[in-house]
């Protein structure tokens, strides 16, 4: 490869994090001691349980499950994963804000992280004093510190509350003064994770700005979690896919893309859902979707202008009488594109199985891929509603073009979008 004649910032070497559920020690007190002796002898734990290549294992939870990674200095490296994939925790064990269960990990340069709004600050400390106290942290002297005081607080565009406690900011302000302290203090090392989405679309534009001339020509490292795959392509030359605490992908950025989208959305005429992780929003016992069909597809690809004619199995343990749906519809890049609600309800019967057969309208979309999110809710007496179940980016489907179709030229959504309305008619 190319890059084995450049320095390395990071070298991950079989890392492994283990987190227990629900209790601190093993068990007796004789299993931990066993335990801590052989940990220290650098042998196998005599008390770990078989089957370490699931991630659940009795009380064990592998957050991390033997990560290989290389990062060069200079690069700037995209992770990108499903929630609960590994991002966060590869994100802490880099930051030290967490040791590592097993492996090594080896760090070449001064690291400023910014992994949750308001990460390493102190809330009764003052704008200016968290920058000062963040400097003396990665080592820098007060002078150095107060050489770049101008820059950092000209580009968080808080300038008039850089004196004021920062248990007063707002998240927005947070992010700005925290990502301004990152970006500008002496470091070769920047991480950040998905923290930019509380920025207004303005800053945000400004922080992949800075991010960029960073790695080019700063000579800086960058590591950038996010699910916006618009600005992974904006910012990353490479790009790294987890999955279940493990990397399933390390290379090209819209390769990865590729990856990510095929690892977490499922694509073919029959989908089993009942087992698939669902966010907290959508974490409702009562109410589970089992299966999704297509029934005019058997191969996820649909033609412009068609229809999708679909159907949903859900198990309900109560009756509910009226029942509402709404589809999420997004590109491939993970950017919205439209939402679809269905014009009625319908009835939900405990302990049978409900079979909700629907046609979605998607006629209109060009061709490229997409992801469906379904949404199964109900109305609460306030006027607002109630999350029965759902699941976020759950099928892939894409739509091909026809002869014809815009005057037989590629449509180019860069430019014109993931919708295409009636043809242009001329009149007298």
Request: net charge negative.
């Amino acid at each position: 490869m190319e890059n084995t004649n450049r320095e390395i910032a990071i070298k991950m070497t079989g890392v492994k994090k283990k987190y227990r559920l629900g209790q601190i020690g093993g068990g007796t007190l004789q299993a931990d001691l066993q335990s801590w002796w052989a940990k220290l002898r650098g042998k196998e734990d005599p008390n770990s349980k078989i089957g370490q290549e699931q991630r659940l294992v009795g009380q064990t939870f592998m957050a991390l499950n033997g990560i290989d990674l290389t990062i060069y200095k200079g690069e700037a490296v995209g992770i990108i994963g499903t929630n609960g994939a590994g991002k966060s925790t590869l994100l802490k064990l880099l930051s030290r804000v967490t040791a590592p269960t097993e492996g090594e990990i080896d760090i070449y340069g001064r690291i400023a992280s910014m992994l949750e709004v308001g990460t390493g600050f102190s809330p009764e400390m003052t704008g200016r004093e968290n920058v000062y106290m963040n400097g003396a942290i990665l080592g820098m002297t007060k002078a150095e510190i107060d050489a770049k005081m101008e820059d950092i607080i000209e580009f968080s565009e808080v300038r008039d509350f850089i004196d004021t406690p920062v248990k007063r900011y707002s998240s927005g302000m947070y992010v700005k003064l925290a990502f301004s302290v990152a970006a500008h203090l002496d470091s070769e090392i920047m991480i950040m994770d998905e923290v930019l989405a509380v920025g207004d679309m303005a800053f945000q534009r400004k922080c992949l700005t800075k991010m960029k001339e960073a790695a080019t020509q700063q000579g800086r490292t960058v590591l950038y979690v996010s699910h916006n795959m618009n600005t992974i392509r904006q910012l990353c030359e490479r790009c790294i896919v987890l999955d279940k605490g493990r990397v399933i992908f390390e290379g090209d950025v819209e390769e990865a893309i590729g990856v990510y989208l095929g690892s977490h959305s499922k694509s073919g005429s029959f989908l089993s859902l009942e087992t698939l992780p669902r966010d907290q929003e959508f974490n409702n016992p009562s109410v589970n979707m089992t299966a999704f069909s297509i029934h005019n597809s058997e191969d996820s690809i649909f033609t412009v202008g068609s229809t999708m004619d679909c159907s949903f199995v859900i198990n309900s343990s109560c009756n509910i009488e009226k029942t509402y749906c709404r589809i999420i519809i997004k590109s491939a890049d993970g950017l919205p594109v439209t939402m679809t609600t269905a014009s009625d309800s319908f009835p939900l019967r405990s302990d049978s199985k409900n079979t909700i057969k629907m046609r979605v309208d998607i006629s209109s979309l060009v061709p490229g891929r997409y992801t469906i999110s379904p949404v199964f809710y109900e109305l609460n007496e306030f006027g607002g509603y109630n999350n029965l179940d759902g699941l976020k980016e759950m099928y892939c489907f894409e739509v091909a073009t026809v002869p014809g179709f815009n005057n037989n030229m590629e449509w180019q959504t860069n430019f014109w979008g993931h919708f295409c309305v009636n043809p242009i008619q001329f009149v007298e």
